[in-house]
């Protein structure tokens, strides 16, 4: 059996290890879904970078909110607002968000179904 090689850049790598440890500090309960931010403090992962919405509905991205977006791709959106099941367990928007990651870092493609 032949090893894996990584398919993704070492500087994406190093992007997506940033994230994940980000990520990681963040609380369970601090996270949302199909929203990017709620008025009880909770947000998604592009909320917790700092994105916004204007009065139109519009997006307003920052810097780490588009890099991320630019690394895992809009598949990001829906990582985070899928609740996975397995049996009764729904996993948490941050779950999902640090095991598509941690798979991106591994090496897997970031097309969304292998994502989580």
Sequence with gaps: MTSQTN???PQDINNAKWFFDFFKKIPTEKWTIRDLSKPDGTKCALGHLGATK????YYIHTKESLDLMALMGESIVSVNDRPRYLGKK???PKRNVLRAL??????KPRESRFLV
């Design 90 to 92: 729904v996993y948490s």
């Design 7 to 9: 398919i993704h850049s």
């Design 54 to 57: 204007n009065e139109r509905g």
């Design 102 to 107: 941690a798979r991106y870092i591994k090496g």
